[in-house]
C-alpha cells in the first residue's frame, strides 16, 4: 500500500500547523505531547542544491537511486535521516519535483515497516501552482532547458525581507561546488568534459579559471567543449569537433 497523498492546501496546513523538526535532536522536550515529523525530500543532489522545504532532510548522496536510507534496521548509518526513529508514530512527509518518485518510494519504506506514510499531491510544482512559495526556500529544478524556475513561475507572490534573510541565511544549498562560495543565480551547468558531463553550480570566477569544468582533472580531459557564456546549454559533440578540425586544416 502506497502513502497517503495530500492536497497542496492540506501539505502547507501541515507544514504551518507544526515545527518541522529533526526527530532525532536531543533539544526535544518530552514532556510536551507532540506528533513527530519527518520531511523527506525525494530527489537527487543537483535538485536539492537550488531549493527545497524549509526543515526538509534528504541523504548526502548525488543521486538518490544511490541511498538506502530506511533501508536499515541494524546499521544506523550518520546520512541517513530515517535512522533509529520510530516506525509507528511518526508521520513520513515526502515530496519529489512531479510526485511519481515519493509515491514510488513510499511502497519501499511501507515494506521497511513504516506506518504514517504522505506524499504531495502532484509533487512540488503543483505545490507552487496553488499555494506559492510559503515554506519553499529557492527555486525549483526542472528538467528541460530552463534547469532552474523561481516560485513566482507559477503563482506569482512579493518576496518579503523575511522570506529574503532566509534564503540569505540558509547555508545547505546554493553554494558554489567548487569554492563554496554563495550563488546569486541558483542555476547548473554541465562540466565543460563531455566525458564527465557533471551537473554542477558554479560561480563566475570558477567558471573562468576552470575553463567550464567542475575539478582541474576534468581541464585535462581529451574531449573538452568550449565555455559557454550565462545560460546557454551545450549541443552534439559533433558540432565542436567538427569547428575544431576545421580549425586545424
Known amino acids: 500500500m502506497r502513502a497517503t497523498p495530500l492536497a497542496p492546501s492540506e501539505w502547507k496546513k501541515r507544514l504551518d500547523s507544526v515545527d518541522v523538526f529533526d526527530v532525532q ?3 526535544e522536550d518530552s514532556s510536551v505531547p507532540k506528533k513527530k515529523f519527518m520531511l ?3 530527489r537527487n543532489g543537483y535538485e536539492w542544491d537550488i531549493g527545497h522545504f524549509q526543515g526538509a532532510h ?3 548522496v548525488d543521486c538518490f537511486r544511490g541511498t538506502s536510507f530506511g533501508f536499515s534496521a541494524e546499521e544506523v548509518v550518520a546520512s541517513d535521516p530515517l535512522a533509529g526513529i ?9 515530496y519529489c519535483t512531479g510526485g511519481i518518485r515519493c509515491d514510488v518510494y513510499s511502497t519501499i519504506l511501507r515494506q521497511r515497516g513504516f506506518q504514517n506514510l504522505y506524499t504531495l499531491s502532484g509533487g512540488v510544482s503543483n505545490y507552487l501552482n496553488h499555494e506559492g512559495p510559503s515554506k519553499w526556500l529557492g527555486n525549483l529544478f526542472v528538467f528541460d532547458s530552463r534547469l532552474s524556475l523561481p516560485p513566482s513561475t507559477y503563482k506569482s507572490r512579493e518576496i518579503t525581507e523575511e522570506r529574503h534573510n532566509l534564503l540569505y541565511e540558509n547555508s545547505t544549498f546554493a ?3 567548487i569554492c563554496s562560495s554563495r550563488l546569486v543565480e541558483f542555476r547548473h551547468r554541465n562540466c565543460a568534459n563531455l566525458d ?18 567542475c575539478c582541474s582533472d576534468c581541464t585535462c580531459a581529451p574531449r573538452l567543449r568550449p565555455v559557454l557564456p550565462g545560460n546557454q546549454r551545450y549541443q552534439k559533440w559533433h558540432l565542436y569537433r567538427d569547428d575544431e578540425l576545421q580549425m586545424q586544416s
Do not use: A, H, Q
Not at 86 to 94: A, G, P, Q
Not at 198 to 210: R, T
Open 25 to 27: 535532536s536531543d533539544k
Open 175 to 177: 553554494k558554489c561546488y
Open 86 to 94: 520510530d516506525k509507528e508514530n511518526t508521520d513520513i512527509l515526502m
Open 58 to 60: 534528504r541523504p548526502n
Open 40 to 42: 523527506l525530500d525525494v
Open 196 to 213: 564527465c558531463n557533471k551537473l554542477f553550480l558554479s560561480c563566475g570566477i570558477c567558471v573562468e579559471e576552470l575553463r567550464g569544468c
